[in-house]
Nanobody, 124 residues
Framework: QVQLVESGGGLVQAGGSLRLSCAASGFKFREFVMGWFRQAPGKGRELVAAIREGFGNTYYDDSVKGRFTISRDNAKNTVYLQMASLSPEDTAVYYC?????????????????WGQGAQVTVSS
């Protein structure tokens, strides 16, 4: 049974940092691209960052470049999203996803498995 379980969300002040974790099980983690998406109220689900196994295989949306860092630990079947310099515009539910993705910039429809989401709220 496939499971993706996010943790690490919460409330933080603008300028602060948070680290999200996503523990995966039930599939061959190493073979999948892992992505972080977010969805703010009234908006669609947007890709924040994605990572494929191998050096340099990462993608970031322009809105988070230089502030967010995605990483993965294949030994722990876990993907992380380190978020820094947070602003109220980063407030959203953040989802972890897994898929056999051809292009790291591919959107939500290309992903196979999803976590339940973690709320991140940034206060001004």
């Amino acid at each position: 049974q496939v499971q993706l379980v996010e943790s690490g969300g919460g409330l933080v002040q603008a300028g602060g940092s948070l680290r999200l974790s996503c523990a995966a099980s039930g599939f061959k983690f190493r073979e999948f691209v892992m992505g972080w998406f977010r969805q703010a109220p009234g908006k669609g689900r947007e890709l924040v960052a994605a990572i494929r196994e191998g050096f340099g295989n990462t993608y970031y949306d322009d809105s988070v470049k230089g502030r967010f860092t995605i990483s993965r630990d294949n030994a722990k079947n876990t993907v992380y999203l380190q978020m820094a310099s947070l602003s109220p515009e980063d407030t959203a539910v953040y989802y972890c996803a897994a898929g056999r993705i051809l292009r790291l910039s591919d959107g939500a429809s290309e992903y196979d498995y999803w976590g339940q989401g973690a709320q991140v709220t940034v206060s001004s």
